[in-house]
Each structure stands twice: as C-alpha cells, then as structure tokens.
T-cell receptor, first 111, second 111 residues
C-alpha cells in the first residue's frame, strides 16, 4: 500500500540554525500537505502543494514539491523557539484515495 | 467557526470500562476522521466517514473499537472494554476538500 516516509525522525538544532525535513512517498501523489503540531497540541494545516516542482514560502518556511511528485521538503531558515514541534507531511494518490500522514519530524531547539 | 469540538478532553478510566469519545465536526464538512496518536506508533488513521457513511475502517485495531456517525454534526468512538494499551490521544478531524482540521484531542489514560 501507499507509504509516506519522513526523515529525520528527530532534529535538535541551535536557535538560529536552519532545519529541513524530507518526505518521500512510494507512489506519485496528487498533492502534498504539511502540518505542524506544537507540543501538547493538535496538528494544524500549514500549506498544500499541488504542482510538480512547486515551491511556496511562508516567511522563514520554504516548501517544495518534487518534480516527480513523490517527495517534498520543508526548510526553516534561522529557527526560532516558536518553531518547536512536530512537522507532518500528508499526501494522497488521487482524490478518491485517503490522505496518508508521514511519521513526522520532531524539532527541538536550544535557545 | 468554533472548529472541531471533542469531548472529553481528558479521561482516566479503569481497564475493562467502556469509553466513549465524542466529536462535533466543522459545520458543512463532509469528511470526518478519527486518529489515534502515541509515541510508539505516531498518528494512525482509525476510520473515516464521508457524508456520515463509514468509508474505511481498516485502521480500527480490534472489535473492541467502534465508531458511529448518526448525523452530520456528531460522531462517537467507543472502546469496550478498554485496555491499558488503548492509552493515547484520540483526534477527531473533519474536512471539506483536502485540508484536514483537527480537534484538540481527547487524552485517554486506561489504568
């Protein structure tokens, strides 16, 4: 069945350093979404990418969708303590299939 | 909108007791999801409904788990009898389209 893998599982960085998490699917995706879950909170939608090779930015966050629509990345420039949390990617093969969440990357930050 | 509303927020129960978790999705959303999150297994999709009809319950772990959606504004997830390994955060979520909106979760502890 469809699988969505995320690496790394954990990342501990110094505040101000950059951070990247990668998402890889075993199948081509129709779109990919990214969610953020703060400690003790619930996943919150960040963004959706639909087009092959698409790049979107939200302030210090840059999201990319691979040319083959099988992988994606989230890059945070100059991390801040407010970036702490777990970042999930989620994708689906088609509009008729269910959304599959990746295993998540937990980001912690040293002040 | 108030978002997805779940109750109870926290529950501690004894092994063998019945647990009922409740969810009110966002008005107008046609999909409702139940997820379970643990440290060991991450975010798991248990079941989802489309227009109140269960579409995929392949994630429901055992016959002890059941879910209903009697109308568009209410769903329940029941565990009977509960076991310590059911301890987790249970999220209800709803969507209209691809973006999934999560509730704040029900934190269940079975002792």
């Amino acid at each position: 069945g469809q699988q969505v893998m995320q690496i790394p599982q954990y990342q501990h960085v110094q505040e101000g350093e950059d951070f990247t998490t990668y998402c890889n699917s075993s199948t081509t995706l129709s779109n990919i979404q990214w969610y953020k879950q703060r400690p003790g909170g619930h996943p919150v939608f960040l963004i959706q990418l639909v087009k092959s090779g698409e790049v979107k930015k939200q302030k210090r966050l840059t999201f990319q969708f691979g040319e083959a629509k099988k992988n994606s990345s989230l890059h945070i420039t100059a991390t801040q303590t407010t970036d702490v949390g777990t970042y999930f990617c989620a994708g689906r093969k088609s509009s008729a299939s269910k959304i599959i969440f990746g295993s998540g990357t937990r980001l912690s930050i040293r002040p | 909108d108030a978002g997805v509303i779940q109750s109870p927020r926290h529950e501690v129960t004894e092994m063998g007791q019945e647990v009922t978790l409740r969810c009110k999705p966002i008005s107008g959303h046609d999909y409702l999801f139940w997820y379970r999150q643990t440290m060991m297994r991450g975010l798991e999709l248990l079941i989802y409904f489309n227009n109140n009809v269960p579409i995929d319950d392949s994630g429901m772990p055992e016959d002890r788990f059941s879910a209903k959606m009697p109308n568009a504004s209410f769903s329940t997830l029941k565990i009977q009898p509960s076991e310590p390994r059911d301890s987790a955060v249970y999220f209800c979520a709803s969507s209209l389209g691809d973006t999934i909106y999560f509730g704040e979760g029900s934190w269940l502890t079975v002792v």
